[in-house]
Nanobody, 121 residues
Framework: QVQLAESGGGLVDAGGSLRLSCLAS????????MAWFRETPGKRRELVAG???????RYGEYVKGRFIISRDGAKKSMYLQMNSLTPEDTAAYFC???????????????WGQGTQVTVSS
């Protein structure tokens, strides 16, 4: 099994930045694609950014140019640099990982517990 643990969330003013981290443990050799999703009450969980084992990335339309996803070569960590944050970015952010290398899946194999990001206006 794979365990994912997020960190780095918190409260930030609009226009500020945060860096989220996701640390994988357990059978990390199973992991190929990794991604960040976010969720707010009453809204469907949505993809923020994803990255394949080869480094191909995909971003949600609302974060392009503001957020940058990255991962280390050993598959053990993934990061999300979030810049120019707005109150609309307020959400619980979840780390996800998958045995496949596809970024278009909605149901992923492994999920973290989430970290809250709150952006004040």
């Amino acid at each position: 099994q794979v365990q994912l643990a997020e960190s780095g969330g918190g409260l930030v003013d609009a226009g500020g930045s945060l860096r989220l981290s996701c640390l994988a443990s357990g059978e990390v050799g199973r992991i190929n694609a990794m991604a960040w999703f976010r969720e707010t009450p009453g809204k469907r969980r949505e993809l923020v950014a994803g990255i394949t084992s080869g480094g191909t990335t995909r971003y949600g339309e609302y974060v392009k140019g503001r957020f940058i996803i990255s991962r280390d070569g050993a598959k053990k960590s993934m990061y999300l640099q979030m810049n120019s944050l707005t109150p609309e970015d307020t959400a619980a952010y979840f780390c996800a990982a998958d045995n496949s290398d596809y970024l278009t899946k909605f149901i992923w194999d492994y999920w973290g517990q989430g970290t809250q990001v709150t952006v004040s206006s």
